[in-house]
């Protein structure tokens, strides 16, 4: 099932906004777009959503207006290939149906404090890390109430051949699964399944002998009929994969006969155990998590605050960001775990990455990467929506191997077919050399290949090298002019040869001048010429993230929204004019 389509309207700076996209289950799908596009929006969008309908806090107004009515939709297609439309607003909410959410954003808020002196009030600001609820509800305080004494009597005769499992209520594959499975415990108790299991311990009952004797008669005798019975099968499947210290299938049919005797005798108290047993094994898991993110000096804990299980964290001045930061989302992570239980979930983290240095990115990614796992295995679909303003083609900040990227600023600005073509076939072994030496780089010398471009198709004047920096020129002079219709591609090969020109006519001596155009990247021929006494103003370097990002083309993939964002800067725009100055 893939996500195709999302659409929002009037929700925090988005008045409407379509976004058309290709999301694929299970696997880290990351939305780029610059600061102030509107992505805390798209997780805003999210965040509104009840279950019954889309409700915007007062904050998330579009243009502060509440009669400005929001609507979240979202299109998908099955895996027939039909396409399905859900709509959410503020009456009703079709995405619940069929998707889970859960948003993970930044929890740093302002915080002012009003202090009197001298009879004015004065306020200071200071930053705050707001409590990360882990648990919205603590469930009340319940046991299973199992007694394997009681057990035994009540299963007769031969009851010692009952494993005791006192330990099931600590196992978290159990106690997790049995909650999923609660009508399975019904069909047992159906009047055909419950005879069958009442003739078989009757039969055992009949026998004689030691425990040792009788598991190995039930073993070889009654194993079948135990199978027979597919929901008490269905069970001691459960137990088999817990960490219950039972291995053989005959034992874990014992031990399931015991679950459902205890599940039967009183379902509402066995359903409040197993929330509350879960409720405890979180709480541990939860601790565990925080215990090994910790570094600092302070306690970071889980604690029961009004029926909440909640982590507070110290003042700033006592953690450090990067601590703070990757703490707050594992746990948040952790969270959106234990949440998003649907057969389709979607998980929406805005911006967290982008602030967490090398060791904590990896461990973030590290974690999504294993809830990704988890969901596969579980026939589950997860779909990870990343919102970063930070371009993964030039910041390598984001390493899963299996990322898909999407902008979401996308441009109607075009380029020249012949540029992209060019960029295509830039590789093409009878181009190959000059393509990058000579057009794509500054070079003194001029190129003759037209014969070569005619035959790849390229465009054949360009294989002059004036031809072709006559018109990223000329695409460079309309930018700088503000003109609408320029050329993004060729205005960064434009930029990148007048960087490298001016640096190329400072060098000292003819053997310097090899060498600089032999060397690959711009960014080293900038320093070896200032290692031989150029002056290179430090902007040149700063905008590598213009001529290096639009000098090659990566099929599959929108190149000229991230380049043509970036141009539309105004302080971009006048450094370009300054290096057209040289």
Same mark, same amino acid.
């Given at each position: 099932?893939?996500?195709?389509?999302?659409?929002?309207?009037?929700?925090?700076?988005?008045?409407?906004?379509?976004?058309?996209?290709?999301?694929?289950?299970?696997? #880290?799908?990351?939305?780029?777009?610059?600061?102030?596009?509107?992505?805390?929006?798209?997780?805003?969008?999210?965040?509104?959503?009840?279950?019954?309908?889309?409700?915007?806090?007062?904050?998330?107004?579009?243009?502060?207006?509440?009669?400005?009515?929001?609507?979240?939709?979202?299109?998908?297609?099955?895996?027939?290939?039909?396409?399905?439309?859900?709509?959410?607003?503020?009456?009703?909410?079709?995405?619940?149906?069929?998707?889970?959410?859960?948003?993970?954003?930044?929890?740093?808020?302002?915080?002012?404090?009003?202090?009197?002196?001298?009879?004015?009030?004065?306020?200071?600001?200071?930053?705050?890390?707001?409590?990360?609820?882990?648990?919205?509800?603590?469930?009340?305080? &319940?046991?299973?109430?199992?007694?394997?004494?009681?057990?035994?009597?009540?299963?007769?005769?031969?009851?010692?051949?009952? #494993?005791?499992?006192?330990?099931?209520?600590?196992?978290?594959n159990f106690v997790k699964s049995i909650g999923n499975n609660f009508d399975v415990l019904d069909r047992i108790g159906q009047v055909r399944n419950n005879q069958k299991i009442s003739n078989l311990i009757a039969d055992i009952n009949r026998q004689s002998g030691s425990a040792n004797q009788l598991l190995i008669w039930i073993q070889a005798n009654k194993l079948g009929e135990f199978e027979s019975v597919e929901p008490l099968k269905q069970i001691a499947e459960l137990i088999l994969s817990s960490n219950l210290d039972?291995?053989?299938?005959?034992?874990?049919?014992?031990?399931?006969?015991?679950?459902?005797?205890?599940?039967?005798?009183?379902?509402?108290?066995?359903?409040?155990?197993?929330?509350?047993?879960?409720?405890?094994? &979180?709480?541990?898991?939860?601790?565990?998590?925080?215990?090994?993110?910790?570094?600092?000096?302070?306690?970071?804990?889980?604690?029961?605050?009004?029926?909440?299980?909640?982590?507070?964290? =110290?003042?700033?001045?006592?953690?450090?960001?990067?601590?703070?930061?990757?703490?707050?989302?594992?746990?948040?992570?952790?969270?959106?775990?234990?949440?998003?239980?649907?057969?389709?979930?979607?998980?929406?983290?805005?911006?967290?990455?982008?602030? *967490?240095?090398?060791?904590?990115?990896?461990?973030?990614?590290?974690?999504?990467?294993?809830?990704?796992?988890?969901?596969?295995?579980?026939?589950?679909?997860?779909?990870?929506?990343?919102?970063?303003?930070?371009? =993964?083609?030039?910041?390598?900040?984001? +390493?899963?191997?299996?990322?898909?990227?999407?902008?979401?600023?996308?441009? &109607?600005?075009?380029?020249?077919?012949?540029?992209?073509?060019?960029?295509?076939?830039?590789?093409?072994?009878?181009?190959?050399?000059?393509?990058?030496?000579?057009?794509?780089?500054?070079?003194?010398?001029?190129?003759?290949?037209?014969?070569?471009?005619?035959?790849?198709?390229?465009?054949?004047?360009?294989?002059?090298?004036?031809?072709?920096?006559?018109?990223?020129?000329?695409?460079?002079?309309?930018?700088?002019?503000?003109? %609408? %219709?320029?050329?993004?591609?060729?205005?960064?090969?434009?930029?990148?040869?007048?960087?490298?020109?001016?640096?190329?006519?400072?060098?000292?001596?003819?053997? %310097?001048?090899?060498?600089?155009?032999?060397?690959?990247?711009?960014?080293?021929?900038?320093?070896?010429?200032?290692? +031989?006494?150029?002056?290179?103003?430090?902007?040149?370097?700063? *905008?590598?993230?213009?001529?290096?990002?639009?000098?090659?083309?990566? &099929?599959?993939?929108?190149?000229?929204?991230?380049?043509?964002?970036?141009?539309?800067?105004?302080?971009?725009?006048?450094? +370009?004019?300054?290096?057209?100055?040289?």
């Amino acid at each position: 099932m893939t996500i195709k389509k999302i659409e929002i309207r009037n929700i925090k700076g988005i008045e409407e906004k379509s976004f058309e996209l290709d999301i694929l289950p299970n696997r #880290p799908s990351l939305l780029v777009a610059p600061n102030g596009f509107g992505k805390s929006s798209f997780a805003a969008a999210f965040l509104s959503l009840l279950q019954n309908r889309l409700s915007v806090h007062e904050d998330n107004y579009h243009k502060s207006d509440a009669d400005l009515a929001p609507e979240l939709r979202i299109e998908y297609e099955d895996d027939a290939g039909q396409l399905h439309s859900l709509t959410a607003d503020g009456v009703k909410n079709d995405i619940h149906q069929h998707f889970a959410w859960f948003v993970i954003n930044n929890q740093i808020k302002a915080k002012g404090i009003g202090r009197n002196f001298g009879g004015r009030n004065v306020v200071s600001a200071s930053i705050a890390v707001e409590p990360v609820v882990l648990i919205e509800t603590i469930p009340a305080q &319940e046991s299973f109430g199992y007694n394997y004494t009681q057990q035994k009597r009540n299963f007769g005769t031969n009851g010692k051949v009952l #494993p005791n499992i006192t330990g099931l209520s600590n196992s978290p594959n159990f106690v997790k699964s049995i909650g999923n499975n609660f009508d399975v415990l019904d069909r047992i108790g159906q009047v055909r399944n419950n005879q069958k299991i009442s003739n078989l311990i009757a039969d055992i009952n009949r026998q004689s002998g030691s425990a040792n004797q009788l598991l190995i008669w039930i073993q070889a005798n009654k194993l079948g009929e135990f199978e027979s019975v597919e929901p008490l099968k269905q069970i001691a499947e459960l137990i088999l994969s817990s960490n219950l210290d039972i291995a053989d299938r005959h034992i874990a049919y014992l031990a399931a006969i015991q679950i459902e005797c205890l599940y039967s005798a009183d379902k509402p108290k066995f359903k409040r155990a197993q929330k509350y047993a879960n409720y405890k094994i &979180e709480k541990i898991q939860y601790s565990q998590m925080l215990t090994a993110f910790n570094t600092s000096w302070c306690a970071i804990v889980p604690k029961e605050k009004d029926r909440k299980l909640v982590v507070e964290f =110290p003042h700033a001045k006592h953690i450090s960001n990067g601590q703070r930061d990757v703490i707050t989302f594992v746990a948040l992570l952790h969270r959106a775990q234990n949440r998003l239980r649907g057969k389709n979930s979607i998980l929406i983290i805005d911006e967290v990455f982008d602030y *967490l240095d090398d060791a904590n990115l990896v461990a973030a990614q590290y974690y999504i990467t294993k809830m990704i796992d988890l969901y596969k295995e579980e026939g589950k679909r997860l779909y990870p929506l990343i919102l970063t303003h930070l371009n =993964p083609h030039y910041f390598k900040n984001f +390493v899963f191997s299996k990322q898909k990227i999407y902008h979401l600023d996308k441009r &109607e600005i075009q380029s020249n077919p012949a540029m992209i073509k060019l960029l295509r076939k830039r590789n093409e072994p009878s181009i190959k050399g000059d393509v990058s030496k000579y057009l794509l780089h500054y070079h003194p010398d001029d190129i003759n290949r037209r014969q070569e471009f005619e035959a790849l198709d390229v465009k054949a004047t360009w294989g002059e090298g004036q031809n072709f920096d006559a018109f990223v020129n000329e695409e460079c002079r309309k930018y700088v002019n503000s003109e %609408d %219709d320029f050329d993004p591609l060729a205005v960064c090969c434009a930029v990148r040869k007048l960087i490298e020109k001016h640096a190329y006519r400072q060098l000292p001596t003819q053997g %310097d001048c090899v060498t600089f155009v032999a060397t690959f990247k711009t960014r080293k021929k900038l320093e070896f010429a200032e290692s +031989v006494g150029a002056s290179i103003p430090e902007y040149f370097y700063l *905008l590598g993230v213009i001529y290096n990002e639009g000098m090659h083309w990566r &099929e599959g993939q929108d190149n000229l929204s991230p380049i043509a964002a970036k141009l539309e800067n105004s302080t971009i725009r006048s450094i +370009v004019c300054q290096v057209q100055q040289f």
